[in-house]
């Protein structure tokens, strides 16, 4: 597949390539995220749960100790800390090799896992609008940054997001903090559009439509659909019913461009993408 900028970024000195899309494999050690199926508390149930991501074709494992659900309890810096240690700990012993992001917005959190347990890469749901350190922390820290979208926080995102331009104002946003992290010396940035955070249904699925124009950023794509009320309201249907809504919209943000899909249902995501790499792969306008 012809691609027209780099799509590989650095990860603890190796190069990952993103011109075939990979999967990141949640791992929440949260009491509370909004899909219980992903909650995962004690030792075995991490030590099973980062196995079965890299079993089922999950190259990277993002792990997470503060819900981001709409009205999550919020917890402290030091909270959030004492939920990732161990659970850190336990992947540096069984998965020493794996390529670990932590999901946290907090630049004290993300210096301590790179620092003392060698994540390779910060996920940032509030674009460095929740810690006004963040982006010289990862300028410093030298590691790939997903920047996300979001309006609000969590606790407040869902009451009534509101926009004139919801793509427009996406795209502003992300362009100026891409600048910022670009004159920091930030090298590797991930784009993530922030599906689910401080949008409608609607609002979800105009910029779900207009996905293709994120190449506009030469920058890698994440898309972070998985269970989402973007599908559990359209469909009036749970989380734990979502599986297949996620597969159908995992599938069209490959076919628009998505670099990185981070999933819950790892083996049905890394499946998704063999098959649209497969019908990229054989597709006429990308023979020389």
């Not at 949640?26 to 004690?42: A, C, K």
């Not at 012993?93 to 932590?102: C, E, G, M, T």
């Not at 210096?111 to 940032?124: F, L, P, S, T």
């Amino acid at each position: 597949m012809k691609v027209s900028f780099s799509k590989y970024i650095n990860v603890n000195g190796r190069l990952l390539d993103l011109s075939y899309p990979q999967v990141m494999g949640i791992l929440n050690v949260t009491p509370d995220s909004f899909y219980s199926g992903s909650r995962m508390q004690t030792e075995a149930d991490i030590t099973d749960r980062a196995q079965q991501i890299i079993a089922e074709g999950g190259t990277i494992i993002d792990i997470g100790a503060y819900s981001s659900r709409p009205n999550a309890e919020h917890i402290s810096s030091a909270e959030e800390m004492n939920r990732l240690r161990p659970a850190l700990e336990i992947l540096a012993k069984n998965h020493p090799d794996a390529i670990v992001s932590v999901d946290t917005f907090r630049a004290d959190v993300a210096e301590m896992c790179v620092k003392e347990y060698g994540v390779a890469i910060i996920n940032d749901i509030s674009g460095g609008m929740m810690d006004d350190k963040m982006f010289e922390t990862v300028a410093r820290l030298n590691v790939p940054y997903i920047l996300m979208h979001i309006q609000g926080t969590p606790q407040d995102m869902q009451k009534e997001p509101q926009y004139e331009n919801v793509v427009k104002e996406v795209f502003i946003y992300l362009a100026e903090k891409v600048q910022q992290l670009r004159d920091l010396g930030v090298k590797d940035i991930i784009l993530d559009p922030g599906f689910g955070f401080g949008k409608t249904v609607e609002h979800n699925y105009e910029l779900m439509a207009v996905l293709e124009e994120f190449s506009i950023f030469e920058l890698p794509l994440l898309v972070g659909i998985s269970r989402k009320s973007m599908i559990t309201r359209l469909l009036d249907i749970t989380p734990a019913e979502a599986l297949n809504g996620t597969t159908v919209l995992n599938t069209i943000s490959l076919l628009k461009g998505a670099d990185i899909l981070r999933v819950h249902d790892v083996k049905q995501a890394a499946e998704a993408v063999k098959i649209v790499q497969m019908l990229k792969d054989c597709s006429p306008l990308n023979r020389n």
